[in-house]
Every structure is written in C-alpha cells, then in structure tokens.
C-alpha cells in the first residue's frame, strides 16, 4: 500500500513557475507509476502528467506540453511537477496518484489506486 501526500500549493502570479511535491510512503514506491492531476470548481478531474516507475518515460496532457516537467527520486519516494509559465486557467487542487503499472489508460483517473489529499494552486492574473 502507498500513502501519499503533496506539497508546494499556493497562489502564484501568471508567468511565473511553480513546483509541487508528493511523498510517497511504503517501500513499494519505485514500483508504481506515478501521475498528476487536477481539477478545478465545477469541473471533473483532469490529467496532467504520468511518469513511469523509472522515470524513463513521461506522458503529458496536451495542454501542459512545454510548460509541466514530471520528474521522480526513488531514493526519496518523491514525485515532483515543475509548472512553468503558468496561466490563471491552471488554478485547480492538484493531485498525485500511483497505479501499476504504466499502461494506456493513464490519462484515466479510475486507473490510479492510491491518490493524495491535494494541494491547491491558484494563478492570478
């Protein structure tokens, strides 16, 4: 089982950059793969990006391409989310989630089993 828990919400300017951490505990961790989401008010959960349990493979929601870096360190059972050139429509409660292992419906959030409480990020304008 895996328990996570992120970090790094908060209120940033439009443009600017954001990172976000999950933790993850259980020794398990370097077996899962690992993905972001967000949703904001009224909207339904939405893919953001998926690293693989090697961190060698990376997928991103089409909108988030060039802008959103997903990254891992095993040794620190930790996922991160570089957010750069942010945009108010970027505002929404981010979470992170871990599933195995890193298949074709990672863009679905009923793939994931564990998922974290989420964090807030809003932009403004």
């Known amino acids: 089982q895996v328990q996570l828990v992120e970090s790094g919400g908060g209120l940033v300017q439009a443009g600017g950059s954001h990172r976000l951490s999950c933790a993850a505990s259980?020794?398990?961790?370097?077996?899962?793969?690992m993905g972001w989401f967000r949703q904001a008010p009224g909207k339904e959960r939405e893919f953001v990006a998926v690293i693989s349990w090697s961190g060698g493979s990376t997928y991103y929601a089409d909108s988030m391409k060039g802008r959103f870096t997903i990254s891992r360190d095993n040794a620190k059972n930790t996922v991160y989310l570089q957010m750069n050139s942010l945009k108010p429509e970027d505002t929404a409660v981010y979470y992170c989630?871990?599933?195995?292992?890193?298949?074709?419906?990672?863009?679905?959030?009923?793939?994931?089993?564990?998922w974290g409480q989420g964090t807030q990020v809003t932009v403004s304008s």
């Open positions: 989630a871990a599933t195995i292992p890193l298949g074709l419906a990672y863009s679905d959030y009923n793939y994931y089993d564990y």
């Open positions: 259980g020794r398990t961790f370097s077996m899962y793969a």
